[in-house]
């Protein structure tokens, strides 16, 4: 908990769920799962459509969605009460350069633990093979 929020992840790998819950997330489950209470806001990192559709539905009301996908696949049809009650939608697309000052600021505050395993970049086809496997906790870094 960091300024009094609390993280609730969802991701389909067990494995990634259980990480979240070691790092100190409050909840962790897949996206058909819903949170034990309704959350304020949600923020997508998959670039699938039906994620989006997953965190509305568990959005309380005056939440927001953030999508921070560049590139999104269909979002499906989805029920416009998904909406009711001044719950929104925003995207990266509109993230500003003082977006980013503020957010890095912040981010220095926050204690977070990361994870990379830095890989040479001869091996880019590897780690994209060990990705799609599940393989990987964290992050790979690419070094030229």
Do not use: K
């Amino acid at each position: 908990m960091h300024q009094g929020c609390e993280v609730y992840v969802a991701t389909r790998s067990a494995a990634e769920q259980a990480r979240a819950l070691r790092l100190g997330a409050v909840w962790a489950g897949d996206y058909e799962a819903r949170p034990p209470r309704p959350l304020d806001a949600a923020i997508t990192f998959a670039p699938a459509g039906d994620v989006v559709v997953a965190a509305l539905r568990a959005l309380g009301r005056g939440g927001a969605v953030a999508i921070n996908a560049i590139h999104l696949d269909r979002v499906p049809e989805f029920p416009y009460e998904l909406l009711w009650w001044e719950r929104s939608l925003r995207s990266v697309a509109n993230f500003t350069r003082r977006d980013a000052l503020d957010f890095l600021q912040l981010a220095a505050t926050v204690p977070i633990e990361t994870a990379a395993e830095v890989l040479p970049l001869t091996e880019a086809n590897a780690a994209l093979q060990r990705l799609a496997a599940g393989d990987v906790s964290g992050a790979f870094v690419l070094q030229p």
